[in-house]
């Protein structure tokens, strides 16, 4: 069975801040995907990174970076200096090649908020 | 490009009536659909997923059902609404095997 867990349920910063948001996840599946998505007050999921279980290679985009460790099996989320317009719900979520349907896995989700 | 439509977008509706949602996805063939309830704004259920017309997969049992009666069509139902079903459904599509999900606006439900 799979699993994602966030520990993290709410996180509060000021702007500018840095904030990493945690994602442990379990699998049976030798090959995976993991990915992270933003949800805003508006609902929609917003896809923000997909990485595969053979690329470990941390990722930049913007103020966004991703730093994936297979060996303590976690994937997490930092932003720099963090806007107000970060604030939204970030979800993790695992799928298995195996997986039928390549449904995702969610996690439980953190809150972030970021006060001006 | 493709595009995803959910409707409606909030409904409100009585316990015991029934429950037709609808998801259409244009600019692709053959996607793979899900269907997610949120409850209380986190944590995403899946509830069913479709990898082909007519075929239909349950995660969950549940009074609610799905239907795919077109390539790009994915219809949840109920016969008769619980308080419990109330949330906010999530529609999604991949293109295959591992892609990553594109999600539709919602439906926020209410059942009273």
């Known amino acids: 069975a799979q699993k994602v867990t966030q520990a993290q349920t709410e996180i509060s910063v000021v702007e500018k801040e840095d904030v990493t948001l945690d994602c442990v996840y379990e699998?049976?599946?030798?090959?995976?995907?993991l990915f992270w998505y933003k949800q805003p007050p508006s609902g929609e999921l917003v896809f923000l990174i997909r990485?595969?279980?053979?690329?470990?290679q941390n990722e930049i985009s913007g103020r966004y970076s991703w730093n994936f460790q297979k060996s303590t099996s976690s994937f997490n989320f930092t932003i720099t200096a963090s806007q107000v317009v970060d604030s939204a719900v970030y979800f993790c979520a695992l799928s298995g090649r195996e997986t039928s349907g390549s449904r995702l896995t969610f996690g439980e989700g953190t809150q972030l908020t970021v006060n001006p | 490009s493709q595009t995803i439509h959910q409707w409606p977008a909030t409904l409100v509706q009585p316990v015991g009536s029934p429950l037709s949602l609808e998801c259409t996805v244009e600019?692709?063939?053959?996607?793979?659909l899900y269907w997610y309830r949120q409850a209380a704004g986190r944590g995403l259920q899946l509830l069913f997923y479709s990898v082909g017309i007519g075929q239909i997969s349950s995660e969950v049992p549940q009074n609610l059902s799905a239907s795919r009666p077109q390539d790009r069509q994915f219809i949840l139902s109920s016969k008769k609404l619980l308080l419990s079903d109330s949330g906010f459904y999530l529609c999604?599509?991949?293109?295959?095997?591992?892609?990553?999900?594109?999600f539709g606006p919602g439906t926020r439900l209410t059942v009273l």
């Open positions: 999604a599509w991949t293109p295959g095997l591992a892609g990553k999900q594109f």
């Open positions: 600019g692709t063939s053959n996607p793979n």
């Open positions: 990485r595969n279980s053979f690329d470990e």
């Open positions: 699998t049976r599946d030798t090959t995976y995907y």
